[in-house]
């Protein structure tokens, strides 16, 4: 059984920071491309960020220069290191999986983040 457990969401300032994680299990993680989506109220889910399995990163455009993926393979986890936050940021950050991220295989539950101005 896959399981992705988000953590480390919560509420900030604008300009503030925050370390998003995602602990993966029930999959080879290493084989896997990892990213971060989000959904903010009334607006479709966008994806963040991406890292593939062999390291290459990918950004939406909103979040380029601020917001940084990596991962770590012995963990078994994958992080979103988010700075320079805005309200514009303030949404539910999900976690997902799969052999190619545009199109994942699974999702974690989300975990809310909240920027305030």
């Known amino acids: 059984q896959v399981q992705l457990v988000e953590s480390g969401g919560g509420l900030v300032q604008a300009g503030g920071s925050l370390r998003l994680s995602c602990a993966a299990s029930?999959?080879?993680?290493?084989?896997?491309?990892m990213g971060w989506y989000r959904q903010a109220p009334g607006k479709q889910r966008e994806l963040v960020a991406a890292?593939?399995?062999?390291?290459?990163?990918n950004y939406g455009d909103s979040v380029k220069g601020r917001f940084t993926i990596s991962r770590d393979n012995l963990k078994n986890t994958v992080y979103l290191q988010m700075n320079g936050l805005k309200p514009e940021d303030t949404a539910v950050y999900y976690c997902?999986?799969?052999?190619?991220?545009?199109?994942?295989?699974?999702w974690g539950k989300g975990t809310l983040v909240t920027v305030s101005s």
């Open positions: 997902a999986t799969g052999r190619v991220i545009a199109t994942p295989a699974y």
């Open positions: 029930g999959i080879i993680f290493s084989t896997n491309a």
């Open positions: 890292i593939t399995r062999g390291g290459t990163t």
